[in-house]
Nanobody, 123 residues
Framework: QVQLVESGGGLVQPGGSLRLSCAAS????????MGWYRQAPGKQRELVAT???????NYADSVPGRFTISRDNTKNTVYLQMNSLKPEDTAVYYC?????????????????WGQGTQVTVSS
């Protein structure tokens, strides 16, 4: 069983910073990519940032220069450093990972989602 557990959300003032963490656990053969998505009330879930096993990154147009995604392969953990936060960044942030479990038939990757962590940016 593979699980993703997020942490680090909270309430911050505009211009403040938060660092989100997501740790993958379970019987994992490989992790192809990990990333972060967010969903605000009344909106669809959207991409924030992703990072591949090789270190390639992809960011939403609204976050470059403010958010930085990174990884620690020894801990199967991905981080999202969020600086200069804006009220429009308020959302539930979900960790996402494409993982090949050791039990996977034909080494097929499976998409996993964390439970989400609330980020609120307000004065």
């Amino acid at each position: 069983q593979v699980q993703l557990v997020e942490s680090g959300g909270g309430l911050v003032q505009p211009g403040g910073s938060l660092r989100l963490s997501c740790a993958a656990s379970g019987t994992i053969f490989s992790i192809n990519a990990m990333g972060w998505y967010r969903q605000a009330p009344g909106k669809q879930r959207e991409l924030v940032a992703t990072i591949t096993s090789g270190g390639s990154t992809n960011y939403a147009d609204s976050v470059p220069g403010r958010f930085t995604i990174s990884r620690d392969n020894t801990k199967n953990t991905v981080y999202l450093q969020m600086n200069s936060l804006k009220p429009e960044d308020t959302a539930v942030y979900y960790c996402n990972a494409e993982i090949v479990p050791r039990s996977s038939s034909w080494y097929r990757p499976i998409t996993y989602w964390g439970q989400g962590t609330q980020v609120t940016v307000s004065s």
